[in-house]
């Protein structure tokens, strides 16, 4: 019964693109996210070693990770732009 | 002024609410906006959502009590959205109505999935609003001077209100105001505690008195301990594991001290402390507790790189020198534990002193033992990877996708939210070491943190953080309730039980379900009084992740999924995450039991319940491939 989006979405033809650079993205951000949980596990001591500007590799790593996740989605967002703007041309 | 500040902010929270209800007649108004918002402002209105009681309140509240490992939480929340966009956004759009169970059925059009995926919403929401009640009675118990179970009360009808009339339209304005006003303000008060700079002699702005905790010196005299100030008489000693609290008396008043033996001298340094007497009377720091006799706020700086006294003050500093100069080991922290411990029939709660040089403050280790045993380890690796994956499987998140008219608008307002959320937790390593350095903790709760940091600089922002915390409690619990409600109206009484509801029938049964809903979070807010809320939120990301996730990775990424898989994974995960909860050693000592004796030895589920949920949803999918082929 009225089982429809509550926006009418239509085909996507990027789709498949869109979760295939997405997949990478995530991999990719997931290897770092995992490679600060393993410093913290394994070698906690060097989270207190200064980096940069004074500041040790915890705050560095930490703020990086918040840094990088909205470098690659605005990457994610350009990329998914471009093939959809392709696709609505080729129409 | 607070009050009436605070009390305005309620007010056009209502009106706005009330104003988008004469507009809201369809299901697809009430529980999807109509899918026509703008996605700049589902973006913020995401950032409003998502910031919750636990990010506020929360994280604030731990970074001021365990520094680093506080914003530990702000890395794992924000790094969920990074599932949430490249995994889950766009396919959630594409493939849902109203709710999450929608986008998992949409394939199978099963009656188990609607089931358990209902249920699961509605476990995962009423998880998620424990904390934001118990975050809503800590902040209005100060501000109106109430006790914490009527706060939760007031937040509960108030958002039964909102809910019950508008929907999902004022929800979203109202998160778009409330997430964008938490981002500003934050922003002013991190500039501010920047502004003031670090000093040992903390007077937030002069309001009130520094306060010097004493230290007293003491030597055993044939196995007597005496003292040098002849004022104090020792009137008793209670071992507590290594330590030894001492009982002394001045001029007629009993007072507690945290006895240290260090090259051969002894000291006894002056504690805070409340006593609970057997005729329920209570006595805090020796007086009877009064509105005007309570617990001092804790906090300060002991040394600031090596430095004491005037000298020590820096004067404001940049962003970064304020985090390099917290780093460093010459820097000390004030901060404190609790030692409950009895005297006779009096029940005796100490704050004892504990100062925490910067660079153990400043990187792991002081709230989750990243240097301990490997049970601990688990834990926290645990702890990290719920926070990972639960944010794209919490169903209040899951339903602002079909708040937008397209996939790319999907995407957007997530990127869009990434930004604001960012951003805000970033602020919030300032605000929860800014509350500590100018000793604006409450000893007995560390959720009140950023309010009482605010306060520092004055009423008005007191009043104004505090209004947009409440409001953030609201908004959040509002969205919480509109997922359950939409869980029980549509998914279950609509789809699973076939009731043949229209549309006007189908908003009053949500309606109906919300107040139900609302009902319960006002109990659970009450009963789970005290627990950190971000601690609170972390288990209920665990048992989303475990629930929820497995079946939407799944259901996109492998064409063997059944819907006998995806049921029973969402059941494995739902009650595999709260068994292992109910059994932990927080739960334990939550309900007064002894936390080393608890079965399970993790505070968090998540490193055993997502991995079981995944592999029950292969396995079962696996052993259901012909009879779902062939039934096919």
């Not at chain 2, 369809?26 to 990010?55: C, E, P, R």
């Not at chain 2, 504990?354 to 403050?361: D, E, I």
Request: charged share 15%; net charge positive; aromatic share 10%.
């Amino acid at each position: 019964m009225l089982h429809e989006p509550a926006a009418q979405c239509g085909p996507d033809a990027s789709a498949e693109y869109k979760q295939r650079i997405g997949v990478w993205m995530f991999l990719l951000y997931a290897a770092i996210y995992a490679a600060f949980v393993a410093i913290n596990l394994l070698k906690p001591l060097w989270m207190e070693k200064t980096v940069f500007l004074g500041l040790n590799l915890a705050v560095v790593f930490g703020f990086g990770l918040i840094v990088f996740a909205l470098i690659e989605a605005l990457i994610y967002n350009h990329m998914c732009g471009i093939h959809e703007a392709d696709n609505k041309e080729a129409k | 002024m607070a009050i009436a500040i605070f009390l305005t902010f309620v007010a056009a929270v209502l009106g706005l609410s009330f104003y988008f209800a004469a507009k809201t007649k369809s299901a697809s108004g009430y529980f999807a906006a109509g899918g026509q918002i703008h996605w700049g402002v589902n973006g913020i209105a995401f950032a409003g959502d998502y910031l919750s009681a636990a990010s506020f309140l929360g994280i604030c509240g731990m970074i001021a009590t365990a520094g680093y490992d506080g914003f530990l939480y702000s890395i794992g929340y924000l790094a969920g959205w990074i599932v949430a966009l490249f995994v889950v956004a766009e396919p959630m759009k594409r493939l849902g109505k109203y709710t999450f169970t929608d986008a998992l059925d949409a394939k199978f059009n099963s009656r188990g999935i609607k089931l358990f995926a209902a249920i699961s919403t509605l476990v995962v929401s009423v998880f998620y609003l424990i904390p934001q009640m118990v975050g809503a009675g800590v902040l209005v118990e100060p501000l109106l001077g109430i006790p914490h179970y009527a706060g939760v009360i007031m937040v509960g009808a108030i958002v039964i209100t909102i809910v019950a009339t508008a929907g999902m339209t004022s929800t979203t304005y109202v998160q778009f105001i409330k997430g964008a006003m938490l981002v500003v303000f934050s922003l002013i008060v991190t500039v501010a505690v920047l502004y003031r700079g670090l000093t040992t002699t903390p007077d937030q702005g002069g309001r009130v008195p520094f306060y010097q905790y004493k230290t007293l010196e003491a030597k055993e005299v044939k196995g007597a301990l005496v003292l040098a100030d002849k004022a104090y008489a020792v009137k008793g000693s209670v071992p507590v594991k290594t330590e030894t609290y001492v009982k002394l008396e001045n001029s007629g008043v009993q007072t507690w001290w945290q006895r240290s033996d260090r090259d051969g001298k002894i000291a006894l340094k002056e504690t805070q402390y409340e006593v609970k007497k057997a005729d329920g009377s209570k006595l805090v720091n020796g007086l009877p507790a009064s509105k005007e006799n309570v617990l001092r706020q804790n906090g300060g700086l002991e040394s600031i790189k090596g430095k004491t006294g005037p000298e020590a003050a820096t004067g404001p500093v940049g962003p970064f020198e304020f985090l390099s100069i917290l780093s460093d080991p010459e820097t000390k922290v004030n901060t404190w534990k609790i030692v409950k411990l009895s005297d006779g029939e009096d029940k005796v709660t100490v704050y004892a002193p504990s100062v925490k040089p910067g660079n153990k403050l400043m990187r792991p280790g002081l709230k989750f033992k990243v240097e301990g045993t490997p049970v601990q380890k688990l834990d926290f690796l645990s702890l990290m990877l719920a926070l990972f994956l639960g944010t794209a499987a919490l169903p209040h998140i899951l339903i602002r996708y079909y708040t937008v008219p397209s996939q790319a608008c999907a995407r957007k307002s997530t990127i869009v939210a990434i930004a604001a959320i960012g951003f805000f937790y970033v602020l919030t390593m300032y605000m929860g070491l800014g509350a500590v350095i100018n000793a604006a903790l409450n000893p007995v709760t560390d959720n009140m943190s950023a309010p009482l940091l605010a306060r520092t600089f004055g009423t008005f922002l007191f009043a104004v953080i505090s209004a947009i915390a409440f409001a953030t409690v609201l908004g959040t619990v509002s969205g919480l309730i509109i997922a359950a409600s939409g869980a029980v109206a549509h998914d279950l009484m609509d789809r699973y039980l076939q009731l043949g509801f229209n549309e006007k029938q189908k908003v009053r049964a949500g309606k109906i379900a919300a107040f139900v809903v609302g009902i319960i979070a006002i109990m659970l807010g009450i009963l789970f009084q005290g627990m950190n809320v971000s601690f609170l939120v972390g288990l209920a990301f665990a048992v989303a992740a475990s629930a929820n996730l497995p079946s939407i990775i799944m259901i996109l990424f492998w064409k063997k999924t059944t819907a006998k898989g995806i049921a029973a994974s969402i059941v494995t995960g739902m009650v595999s995450a709260i068994g292992l909860i109910m059994f932990s050693p927080s739960m334990y000592d939550k309900f007064g039991l002894n936390p080393a004796t608890a079965p399970v030895p993790l505070d968090n589920p998540g490193i055993i319940s997502i991995p079981l949920s995944f592999l029950v949803l292969v396995a079962v999918s696996l052993f259901t491939q012909k009879k779902e082929a062939s039934a096919a």
